[in-house]
């Protein structure tokens, strides 16, 4: 079974940079889309990242773009999210998702972890 787990969230201010990380155990590593959700209290799960085993491209939501950079490090079995000029409301939870393709519905992912809280202050 495949296992998503995050790790690297924290309290930082607006400005600030965090690097979340994503270890992924089960499954074939190297055949797995690994993408990052958030959800902020009181709001739905949305799509921050995803970056593709088949194709290698990435993929961003809009309100992160230019800030959020995905990157894959196969010989670890590990995916980073690097945020940058972090603003309060990249305040949530933030999800690591493991699938065979690139997913960015989060009803449509099979495997999450169990999340890692990053808190904004402004």
């Known amino acids: 079974q495949v296992q998503p787990v995050e790790s690297g969230g924290g309290l930082v201010q607006a400005g600030d940079s965090l690097r979340l990380s994503c270890a992924v155990s089960g499954g074939t590593f190297s055949r797995l889309t690994i993408g990052w959700f958030r959800q902020a209290p009181g709001k739905e799960r949305e799509f921050v990242a995803t970056?593709?085993?088949?194709?290698?491209?990435?993929y961003y939501g809009d309100s992160v773009k230019g800030r959020f950079t995905i990157s894959r490090d196969k010989a670890k079995n590990m995916v980073y999210l690097q945020m940058n000029n972090l603003k309060p409301e990249d305040t949530a939870v933030y999800y690591c998702?493991?699938?065979?393709?690139?997913?960015?519905?989060?009803?449509?992912?099979?495997?999450w972890g169990q999340g890692t809280q990053v808190t904004v202050s402004s």
């Open positions: 970056h593709s085993w088949s194709t290698n491209n990435t």
């Open positions: 998702s493991a699938d065979p393709n690139v997913i960015t519905i989060p009803r449509l992912v099979g495997s």
